[in-house]
Structures are given as C-alpha cells and as structure tokens.
C-alpha cells in the first residue's frame, strides 16, 4: 500500500504565477478530498469527490481555485493567480464511499507564496 | 451541522505521566468521532476511531478514547506518555447519517510536548 501520494512536497512561488498541486489516491478508493492546513484557521475542507464527481466545492476560498480529478487515480488543485495569503499546506485525503473507513492522508504540499 | 472543540492547544506532560486531550463535540445527528495524530512533516494518521458499538474504543501506540453522549465528549488518554508521543492531535467529527466516515469536521488540534 503506498498511500496517498501528493506532488510536490515544496512549493515556492511568486505572486500571480499558476500553481498545481497534484495527489494520487489509494488504489480503490472513490471519495476524494482536498484540505487546507494555516496556523490561523486549522483544517479547512476545500473540496470532495465521490466517483471522480465534485460533491461539495463550498469550502473553496475564492474562483482563483479549481480541483479537477479526470479518473480514479489522479486529481489536481490548482491557483490561478496565487496571492501570498494561499501560503499553506494542502493535504489530499481518500477513502471509500459508503465504508466507516477513516480518511487517510498524504504528507501535503507545502505551498509558500512570496 | 457539526462542530469540534479541542479545550487547550498547548499540553506539557512528564514522560510516564498519564495523557488527557479533551474533546467535545456538536452534532445535530448521531456523529462518528475520530482521533488523529499528526508529526511534524507529514499528514494525518488515524489512532482510533467510534462508530459504533463499545463506547471505549482502543487504538495504536497506547492510546484510547471513550464516548460520552451525556457530555458530548471524546477525550483521548493513555496512561504512560512516551517521547514519542509528541505531536499534534486532532479530535474530528462525522456525522453517521450518512453511512460514510468521510466529510470530517476537525478540532484546532492540540499540541502534545512530553518532557523528561
């Protein structure tokens, strides 16, 4: 079992650029969810997805972020344009649909926005 | 809707001392309650979890949580606190009416130091 796996590790960036954040899930899990880690306000769900299909984007911040997840086994957060106060780290999780399976984790992405 | 609160961000204990992070939840249905461990650089790991069944519910490396419904608490304990303990924990909720343990609402976490 490799775990969730999220890409990359580091993210240092200007103002203004695109950033993506990419995250394999467990093979075999179908629900998906982005998170958002600061000191400020904790864990913040921005978005889930069952079966590859967006459920509840409500935690979103603003339409400067997008989350794709074109199939099962990948899926994409990106900022278009980043601004310093997306500096956080973002954490993929999964699990399966309709099990009392917990979340499981990926180490994050450290994102820094200069 | 539902909410989670973690009372004191920052516990110090001795090494052997006993742990009690507290937790208390809101839940306008039936909830699931979990607890997480984070280390400094890496996610969430899973230490135990209440769904149903037995109110005290063991999980890995010692630790345990019992639910309380009349107090609407999940505290975590573990009797003898190890250096390796130290790390954040967070206390999260799910509500169970939807068959599913996914959309977690977490606590602000407590940060765990253990001394010699």
């Known amino acids: 079992d490799a775990g969730v796996i999220q890409s990359p590790r580091h993210e240092v960036t200007e103002m203004g650029q695109e950033v993506t954040l990419r995250c394999k899930p467990i093979s075999g899990h179908n629900s998906l969810f982005w998170y958002r880690q600061t000191m400020m306000r904790g864990l913040e769900l921005l978005i889930y997805?069952?079966?590859?299909?967006?459920?509840?984007d409500s935690g979103m911040p603003e339409d400067r972020f997008s989350a794709k997840m074109p199939n099962a086994s990948f899926s994409t957060l990106k900022i278009q344009p980043s601004e310093p106060r997306d500096s956080a780290v973002y954490f993929c999780?999964?699990?399966?649909?309709?099990?009392?399976?917990?979340?499981?984790f990926g180490n994050g992405t450290r994102l820094t926005v200069t | 809707a539902q909410s989670v609160t973690q009372l004191g961000s920052h516990v110090s204990v001795s090494e052997g001392a006993l742990v009690l992070l507290r937790c208390n939840y809101s839940?306008?249905?039936?909830?699931?309650l979990f607890w997480y461990v984070q280390y400094p650089n890496q996610g969430l790991q899973l230490l135990l979890k209440?769904?149903?069944?037995?109110?005290l519910v063991k999980g890995i490396n010692g630790f345990e949580a019992e639910f309380k419904k009349s107090e609407t608490s999940f505290h975590l304990t573990k009797p003898s606190a190890h250096m390796s303990d130290a790390a954040e924990y967070f206390c999260a909720v799910s509500p169970a009416n939807t068959g599913t343990a996914s959309k977690l609402t977490f606590g602000t976490g407590t940060r765990l130091q253990v001394t010699l």
């Open positions: 997805f069952n079966n590859n299909v967006p459920i509840d």
């Open positions: 209440y769904t149903t069944g037995a109110t």
């Open positions: 999780a999964s699990t399966s649909l309709g099990s009392l399976s917990a979340l499981h």
């Open positions: 839940s306008s249905v039936p909830p699931y």
